[in-house]
Nanobody, 119 residues
């Protein structure tokens, strides 16, 4: 069982910055991707950014150039640096850690951390 501990959310003014962290612990197989999704009220959950073990990254078009995803493999931690935040970035942000035991793949989700961008 994998436990994910998210931190770093909060209230920030437009144009501000936040850094989200997600640390994975427990019985972890081989991690092949770590990333972040978000869900705003009344909207579907959407991909924000994901980092694959190959080093490739994917970002939502709406955050390109403003958000940066990174990973500390030794700590099994993924980060999301969010700059130039906009009110439309307000959402509950979920960490996802995808792993494989060689036979099957598993997605592990965090509980979510709230990001609110407002003046």
């Amino acid at each position: 069982q994998v436990q994910l501990e998210e931190s770093g959310g909060g209230l920030v003014q437009p144009g501000g910055s936040l850094r989200l962290s997600c640390a994975a612990s427990g019985s972890i197989f081989s991690i092949y991707a770590m990333g972040w999704y978000r869900q705003a009220p009344g909207k579907q959950r959407e991909l924000v950014a994901i980092l694959h073990d190959t080093g490739s990254e994917n970002y939502a078009d709406s955050v390109k150039g403003r958000f940066t995803i990174s990973r500390d493999s030794f700590k099994n931690t993924v980060y999301l640096q969010m700059n130039s935040l906009k009110p439309e970035d307000t959402a509950l942000y979920y960490c996802i850690v995808s792993e494989s035991d060689g036979n099957a793949m598993y997605d592990n989700w965090g509980q979510g951390t709230q990001v609110t961008v407002s003046s």
